[in-house]
């Protein structure tokens, strides 16, 4: 299977056990804009406990806020996000199609890449047990011919950004011969900046005045950094201290695709960490070993994450890197971790004349504290977990079978209860079972279909455990339970069932590994 099939196959699952749904689906959709299901919002709302505990409940000095969408105008004015908040983007002028210049030219690199993997995977089959990959790779002519050209292309597209350069960005485009997907021409415009904030009005919506123009936050960072002052002043925060918030954010991306990798209406969770100026690069390694830590445990694979070090960067950070994840589609961004400097307290205290500094007690210095920012998609780390979690095996006797195999503290279901048939008061034992399980776990009651058939329904939405209440129930007090992965079944006691669950798929013990 490729990666393309596997990546559908993802989508596909992801509607029909109710994970996520296309947004107004019964209208054709939203572009970008996608709808969590049942089993989806519970997955997503174990995301968000085992951030914002790891986060809020493990640091003493670290509390939580929830600002509103809504902010002062001047707020984006302050944070850059008016002037400098945009993607390059081009027309095609025979389709009136538009699209991302960097993501045209990244397209044409991935294809040249592509070239490169059916190169080896050819080299692979003729060269059987004693291909060298290594060797081939530095010595194949039409390998050396794709990298040469996408590592050309790359750094021409790095530099033309970096320098605002879009007649050069246009120009290599053309040098590239990209045609329009829709038309098939290279008719195209030149390119032009978009800013990616929404827009919309406050108050009375036929005074068109500047004024009244509000912006769908496009980050949740800076609803934190403009409540500095209150939660210094009301937590008594004494620096180091952090403020983390998880919330919506709404950027008008123009190439929407990857399904909910890169959405126009989506969930952050970000993390200021406010600290004296010159410990900043101290925190912020602090910060990068304490993020991948956290993926880490949550054993998907540690060879799944990498470090991406930015080497150009933003004027207002003097240290970035993203933690990068193996997406099907190849390793990309997942969490980015920045530190930004004082440039965010510093800009709020000119554009609103407010004095927001720190005044140590046990110093007597008066400073504007530094900031190490980490944030990460909510969405993006769904996506990870339904990635890879998805697997489609086939058993020993030939049957096939589609399971999740989520990290268990994150599974949407964590228990099914199933009696093995409707009679001989099986179900109201089951019932009685569930009803004590209820309270700590998100359990869930099945008696109709053959017990293979809900064992499959189950596999498919990742619950770690099913309970089977079975004809010896009645005879000893206890059930079977199925182990997801291993699909091993072991008798438990009733009364041990609890302690027998909660060690495999309670948050605590995942934080815990922290
Ligand atoms: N406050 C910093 C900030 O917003 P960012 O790199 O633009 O930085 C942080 O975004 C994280 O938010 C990304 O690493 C990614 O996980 C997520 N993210 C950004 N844009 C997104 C989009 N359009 N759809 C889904 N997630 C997105």
């Given amino acids: 299977m490729t990666h393309e099939e596997l990546f559908r196959n993802i989508v596909a699952h992801a509607k029909e056990y109710g994970f996520v749904f296309p947004s107004s689906d019964i ?52 944070s850059g996000h008016v002037s400098a908040f945009n993607d390059p983007l081009i027309d095609n002028k025979d389709s009136k199609k538009r699209y991302r210049a960097d993501v045209l030219l990244e397209d044409y690199i991935a294809k040249e890449e592509a070239k490169i993997e059916k190169e080896v995977a050819k080299g692979r089959k003729r060269f059987g047990d004693s291909f060298d990959e290594k060797k081939f790779l530095a010595t194949n002519p039409n390998v050396l011919r794709a990298r040469a050209k996408a590592d050309e292309v790359h750094s021409k597209m790095t530099d033309a950004l970096n320098k605002n350069d879009f007649a050069a960005l ?76 998880i919330g919506k954010a709404f950027r008008n991306e123009i190439v929407a695709r990857q399904f909910i990798f890169r959405m126009r209406e989506f969930e952050q969770m970000e993390m200021e960490f406010f600290c004296k100026p010159g410990t900043e690069m101290e925190w912020f390694s602090y910060w990068k070993k304490t993020r991948l830590a956290w993926h880490q445990a949550l054993g998907m694979g540690n060879d799944k994450y990498r470090f991406h070090d930015h080497e150009k960067l933003a004027h207002y950070a003097n240290a970035a890197t993203d933690i990068e994840f193996e997406f099907p589609f190849g390793f990309k961004e997942l969490e980015g971790i920045h530190s930004r400097t004082d440039f965010d307290l510093g800009n709020h205290s000119k554009f609103s004349g407010k004095k927001i500094q720190y005044f140590d007690p046990d110093t007597n210095e008066t400073y504007t504290p530094y900031c190490v920012e980490t944030s990460i998609g909510l969405d993006r780390m769904f996506l990870s977990i339904l990635c890879n979690s998805y697997c489609e095996e086939t058993l020993p006797d030939g049957e096939t079978r589609v399971v999740l195999r989520i990290p268990a503290p994150l599974a949407p279901v964590k228990v099914a209860v199933l009696p093995l048939v409707k009679k001989d008061e099986l179900p109201e034992t089951a019932q009685k079972i569930m009803n004590e399980l209820k309270y700590d776990f998100n359990c869930q009651y099945e008696e109709k279909d053959s017990i293979g058939r809900r064992y499959r329904r189950q596999d498919a939405i ?46 605590n013990n995942l934080l815990r590994k922290l």
């Fill in 170 to 245: 246009r120009q290599l485009i053309i040098d590239c011969d990209i045609v329009c997907p829709i038309s098939g021409t290279k008719n195209w415009t030149d390119v032009r900046q978009f800013n990616l904030m929404f827009r919309t009005q406050i108050g009375n919506a036929s005074d068109d005045s500047l004024d009244n123009i509000i912006y769908l936050r496009p980050e949740t960072a800076q609803g934190i950094f403009v409540n500095y002052l209150n939660v210094q002043k009301s937590g008594r925060m004494k620096i180091p201290f952090g403020v983390a918030q």
């Fill in 462 to 507: 990742g619950t770690p455990f099913c309970i089977t209440v079975d004809n010896q129930t009645p005879k000893d007090d206890t059930v079977t339970v199925r182990d997801r992965d291993t699909m091993e079944q072991q008798r438990v006691p009733i009364p041990e069932l609890h302690d027998f669950i909660s060690e495999k798929v309670t948050i």
């Fill in 27 to 78: 209208y054709d959709g939203l572009g970008a804009v996608y709808d969590y299901g049942e089993y989806g919002s519970e997955m997503k709302n174990n995301i968000k406990r085992y951030w914002w505990d790891a986060m809020v409940r493990l640091n003493e000095n670290i509390v939580g806020i929830d600002s509103a969408i809504f902010m002062h105008p001047k707020i984006w004015q302050a």
